[in-house]
């Protein structure tokens, strides 16, 4: 009678990831993470089904906990300087926390596997950003822009910001670290832009 | 749908190809004691994941070998 082992697999996901991040997605083999997990091909096999059910599985884990952890305490309802605060403050945590999470999570969005992951675990996430973005431009707390010119004014300096802090460095190889100080400047920046 | 990982049976073959997987495909297709299984090509072991409550390792393995590859139960 075989049981399930939690940890183990929650240790397969976490190498998995690594070896994802570390060597990409064409290097990646099942062998070697069951090497690398210390346990058995055929148990790996028994958690998935193969290499692109455990890719699959593993970017719709991430994805659904992304999106739960940037819909905490935030509502669509949300007037629209404090709701795009919580989103900052909530996107800033996530990619601050799970680093590898957030690569790995990138690294398959842009694989054959992209759309997939995206429709298992976007569903809710992209409901109450439409409705928050709708909301704004009901009540004209926001200017009549498209959503694409909206989200990149909107998140653009954050994920940039973000990306900075990730590679240690900005533009010119300037050293950088993200603070709440650089998330609130730019923050306020931000909201003179989009608001009338 | 949640398989119940006692009915799943893994094994390393040398089904290799797109064309060897269609050579075993009409077989395992064929017996209605699976319920799913796959071929894992890009595999090094060739692994063959069978879900079936009835079905044994062994009998999995002559049907297999039957049809002119290598199989045997990984642990």
């Excluded at chain 1, 298992?120 to 009901?138: I, P, R, T």
């Excluded at chain 1, 709440?180 to 923050?187: P, R, V, Y």
């Excluded at chain 2, 297709?29 to 699976?34: E, G, Q, S």
Aim: proline share 3%.
């Amino acid at each position: 009678m075989r049981t399930r082992n939690a940890d183990k697999e929650e240790l397969v996901r976490q190498n998995a990831i690594d070896m994802l991040v570390k060597d990409g997605f064409q290097d990646f083999s099942m062998n070697r993470l069951a090497k690398e997990s210390g346990i058995s091909v055929a148990t790996l096999y028994i958690y998935y089904q193969d290499k692109d059910d455990l890719i699959k599985k593993i970017g719709v884990a991430i994805g659904n906990n992304f999106f739960a952890e940037m819909l905490k305490d935030f509502s669509a309802a949300m007037p629209f300087k404090e709701g795009l605060k919580k989103q900052w403050e909530n996107r800033a945590r996530v990619a601050l926390a799970h680093p590898k999470e957030a690569a790995c999570y990138e690294i398959i969005r842009h694989s054959s596997h992209g759309e997939y992951i995206l429709k298992e675990s976007l569903k809710d996430f992209k409901f109450a950003m439409g409705d928050f973005f709708h909301n704004a431009v009901k009540r004209k707390e926001l200017v009549p822009v498209s959503v694409e010119v909206f989200w990149s004014v909107a998140y653009g300096p954050l994920y940039t910001l973000l990306r900075f802090h990730g590679e240690g460095k900005s533009i010119g190889g300037m050293p950088f670290k993200f603070s709440k100080k650089t998330m609130d400047e730019a923050f306020e920046l931000v909201i003179k832009a989009l608001t009338p | 749908m949640t398989t119940d990982i006692n009915h799943i049976l893994i094994f390393r073959t040398n089904i290799q190809t797109k064309r060897d997987k269609l050579r075993i495909q009409h077989e395992l297709d064929t017996l209605d004691t699976i319920q799913q299984w796959n071929i894992d090509l890009e595999d090094i072991d060739c692994v063959l994941r069978i879900v079936s409550d009835r079905l044994t390792p062994e009998q999995i393995i002559s049907v297999v070998k039957d049809s002119g590859f290598e199989c045997s139960e990984l642990e």
